[in-house]
């Protein structure tokens, strides 16, 4: 079971930036095997992906955010990053960090098994 802690979020004026972590504890798994990611939900909206990054460091990011947002993860502290750069009002969300076990398929997946309580990010105009 792998318990996930965000921080990071606050308000923004838009073209700002914020730096979102996520911190994985837990046992029964290896932090550098998981598939781990960054979902957000807009209030009325749908919860999306924003970015994941697999077991081999492969990522994906959803065009939307596609040049301004940057996925990493130190493995030693077990942390996960989401740099947000030159933010939108219409990043606005509880911004989510979740982890899976690949189970040898892709983490490219709509959903994972392990999540957090999230982080609000608020961008001004």
């Known amino acids: 079971q792998v318990q996930l802690v965000e921080s990071g979020g606050g308000s923004v004026q838009a073209g700002g930036s914020l730096r979102l972590s996520c911190a994985a504890s837990g046992s029964g798994f290896t932090y550098s095997r998981l598939c781990i990611a960054w979902f957000r939900q807009a209030p009325g909206k749908e919860r999306e992906r924003v970015a994941l990054i697999g077991h081999d460091n492969a990522t994906l990011y959803t065009s939307a955010v596609k040049g301004r947002f940057t996925i990493s993860k130190e493995h030693a502290r077990n942390t996960l990053y989401l740099q947000m750069n030159n933010l939108k009002p219409e990043d606005t969300g509880l911004y989510y960090c979740?982890?899976?076990?690949?189970?040898?398929?892709?983490?490219?997946?709509?959903?994972?098994?392990?999540w957090g309580q999230g982080t609000q990010v608020t961008v001004s105009s």
């Open positions: 979740a982890a899976d076990d690949p189970l040898g398929f892709s983490c490219n997946r709509p959903t994972y098994g392990n």
